[in-house]
């Protein structure tokens, strides 16, 4: 019997039509939760968003018309719809798009509530990881984009459209899933790469240019001004197949904890910077830029306990303590500072100091060490998935920050991926580069075990940061196995080996983004 290889039908709306006879949009949506009850609505026109969903399809506007979720009793409560079974493949990548709000008038005075659209598969017993999320809020409609991958062919699949409080009502307008397209992507990519990082080359013999007619002239790129890195640590670098790796693909690197507050003073009063230092050395060996990351660590469960025992005014003078350390002993020795990691996931020092602690630490850091660029650093940004992390809030912040005086002088993605899908991952890059800073990705990863999916991940990201004219630079979050945070994240084996995921995006930086 001949074997029927199955297609993927990139850009195609998933979600199942309903019975003809019902009303046209609501049909095909049931209402999850007892109370709750789903009626269609048409927006006012001057509600309905202007704007396009990024890259979804040609011709797409806002139809204005969409269902309500009202009744609902919990946040498990919402509506769910069927997706086309048959058109679900394993290890494809699926999109989530369209708009989502809250009813007018509910809960708290423009209150903002996350809203999250799932998928759940055979019978609803899984909801499988990925799918999205955003903070939504009354009276407007937010973009909700996000992404979901299988591992195996599911009997059957929903989404699930969910999470705002008891009594709040929820909208959907336009929803769509489908797959996304990536090889299209990346031939879109090709000509705006070639505008962000190519130049001409204009070769200029002078008086000698008469004798050499019919000569051959060979032009070989040497090296890329786009830098990438590795994070290290202490056991990486003894291993000599690691340090080949760093040696030849890496232009830049930074510690993976050596420099976090909780490693060099574990112990009140008690400052140890040999792993550091010895770290710092082995880069200026190799002639590697460091990033510092990081002067203070914004989430909770990553301060010190002898830190937390302080009371208000000594934790400020520990603060101070630690920038006066730190700033002066490495003054000029770190080109960029994470001044005070995940802030938006983060608040222990605004909590204990007052609102203004944030950007006293970037004031005194630029002080200490005016030479350094200073980054704000967080996670899940550039995904779309996690509504404490939008470009929105991240651009807030940094203007926050600004407004009392801190130095903000570059944005750093941390890139601990999953499932990218690179229109998200360019808006996101749009946002951030109306505020005129630099971005880098500065702990990129995929926790992928198929190596090939891996490799794509990766080019999917590495491909959309080297086509932005904002992006300024990349660091892995480690590369080797054994040596990573994440699992099934690796680019090399343990004896240096590189796999597919290192040849598809260390290995060829000089030439293979510009493809």
């Known amino acids: ?283 200026d060996r190799y002639g590697k830029p460091v990033r510092g990351h990081c002067i203070f660590w914004a989430v909770a469960n990553t301060v010190q306990q002898w830190v937390k025992n302080l009371d208000d005014d000594q934790l400020a003078s520990a603060v101070r303590a630690r920038l006066q350390s730190l700033l002066t002993r490495y003054a000029g020795r770190f080109p960029h500072y994470d001044v005070n990691n995940e802030m938006l996931h983060g608040s222990y020092y605004q909590d204990r100091l007052g609102d203004d602690i944030n950007a006293f630490m970037f004031r005194e850091a630029a002080r200490l060490d005016p030479g350094a660029t200073l980054f704000v650093n967080d996670y899940n940004v550039e995904g779309g998935s996690d509504p404490n992390a939008t470009p929105e809030k991240y651009i807030e912040q940094i203007s926050a920050l600004q407004q009392k005086g801190a130095a903000v002088g570059g944005i750093g993605l941390q890139g601990h991926v999953t499932n990218p899908v690179g229109e998200i991952i360019c808006d996101a890059l749009d946002k951030l580069a109306t505020t005129d800073l630099p971005v880098w990705l500065t702990e990129l990863d995929v926790s992928e075990s198929d190596v090939d999916l891996r490799a794509e991940d990766l080019e999917v990201v590495l491909r959309e940061a080297y086509a932005h004219p904002a992006v300024e630079g990349v660091i892995f979050w480690g590369c080797m196995q054994g040596h990573m945070w994440r699992q099934d994240a690796c680019l090399i084996d343990a004896d240096g080996n590189v796999n597919d995921a290192g040849e598809r995006s260390v290995v060829p930086k000089l030439i293979y983004y510009s493809r």
């Not at 039509?17 to 789903?38: F, H, K, N, R």
């Not at 008038?105 to 509530?113: F, L, N, V």
């Not at 999470?163 to 705006?192: I, S």
Request: proline share 4%.
């Open 1 to 283: 019997m001949a074997c029927t290889q199955e297609v993927v039908v990139f850009g195609v709306n998933l979600l199942e039509s309903g019975a003809p006879e019902d009303d046209g949009l609501v049909a095909g949506w049931a209402a999850v939760g007892p109370c709750t009850a789903l009626s269609a609505r048409d927006e006012e026109p001057a509600k309905v968003p202007t704007e396009t969903i990024n890259d979804v399809a040609d011709g797409y506007r806002p139809s204005g018309r969409y269902v309500l979720a009202s009744g609902r009793a919990g946040e498990a409560d919402g509506l769910r719809r069927a997706l086309k079974r048959a058109a679900l493949r394993p290890r494809v990548t699926y999109r989530v798009a369209g708009w989502v709000g809250l009813g007018d008038g509910d809960g708290d005075e423009g209150a903002r509530h996350a809203v999250r659209v799932s998928l759940r598969v055979d019978g609803g017993c899984v909801v499988v990881d990925g799918g999205a999320v955003v903070c939504a809020e009354p009276g407007r409609w937010t973009e909700i984009k996000g992404a979901f991958r299988l591992k195996e062919s599911p009997r059957d699949a929903e989404v699930y459209v969910h999470g705002a409080p008891a009594g709040v009502d929820v909208k959907v307008m336009d929803l769509q899933v489908f797959a996304t397209d990536r090889r299209a992507r990346f031939r879109k990519l090709r000509k705006k790469t070639d505008k962000v990082r190519k130049r001409d080359v204009v070769l200029n013999f002078g008086s000698a240019a008469s004798g050499i007619s019919g000569a051959s002239i060979r032009v070989m790129q040497m090296d890329s001004s786009f830098p990438f890195g590795t994070c290290i640590n202490t056991n990486v670098i003894q291993n000599p197949g690691f340090v080949d790796f760093f040696a030849k693909h890496f232009d830049w690197a930074v510690f993976e904890n050596e420099l976090k507050w909780y490693h060099t003073e574990a112990q009140q009063g008690q400052l140890n910077y040999s792993d550091s230092d010895a770290l710092l050395d082995f880069c």
